[in-house]
């Protein structure tokens, strides 16, 4: 009688503990889950959002409230990864980051690493691990990444003081010899277009952006010069958006070549090893309404 209590009261106490652990594993994974709802609460647009109506249709614009803020929480500023793939967190004030689920759009931040194509990242808390798998299995040396906010329609959000532009270098493995990351250069990075585009799906039409850093640009300081397929390069004097009419862009492939130029329309570099960040190419294709957009769009 005494044991049989004795052991009934065993299986009470593991029991309560099971159940303690329980409760204590799982609370973290529901967290988890909360979090990655994203933000603000339950992935919908802030309240205070204004609707683009018929400049841009279908989209919203919320922010900034005063000057933004953008820096890395992590990885650390010139240290070495520990392994190979690097998952960025953020830390913003002064601009709302946030996907609506429903209407599958939301104002995020542009992440590149190196000067390969952005990746756009909704969730900057988060270790940031885009679906590309572009910031996985990296070569050993030198890197680089840098990020700036954007809105739903991936515009840069543009602040001359270059505070909601944040930039750092990394390491994998070590250092690569002999290279050099100089952050008070002049520095040119490319945005927009990227990747695949449905004919006329914007009234205003293609968005060329870029972000501009440690450089103004106007008709006698630095300026930006682009050229699609081979075309004459045209000369941007304004750190604005360039606007493409779509009648220039009829279905097909096409190559950009964005660079920053100086008063004299001198290409002015900026090296990361053999990388000159100043200068990008990139191809983007205009669909046909009868074209599927490709897998990864
Ligand atoms: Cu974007």
Redesign the pocket.
Known sequence: MCRSSASARLTLVSLMLIALFVISCSQPVANKNAENKNTPANGKTPADAKPMGSVAPGYFSAGPHGNVSLSFAAPENEKSLTGNAVNPIFNITGYPIYKDEERNKGQ?I?VILDNEP?E?DYQPTQPFKPESGRFENLKEGTHTLRAFP?REW?ESIKQEDGANFAFLTFYVNAKTPNVTVDKTKPLLTYSRPKGEYRFKDDPRGLMLDFYVTNARISANDYKVQYSINGSRPQIVTRWEPVWIKWEELPPGEYKVVLDLVDKNNKPVPFMVGHLDYNHTERTFKVLADSEKFSSGH
Do not use: L, Q, V
Request: charged content about 0%; proline content about 0%; glycine content about 0%.
């Open positions: 995020h542009h952005y756009a954007s991936h």
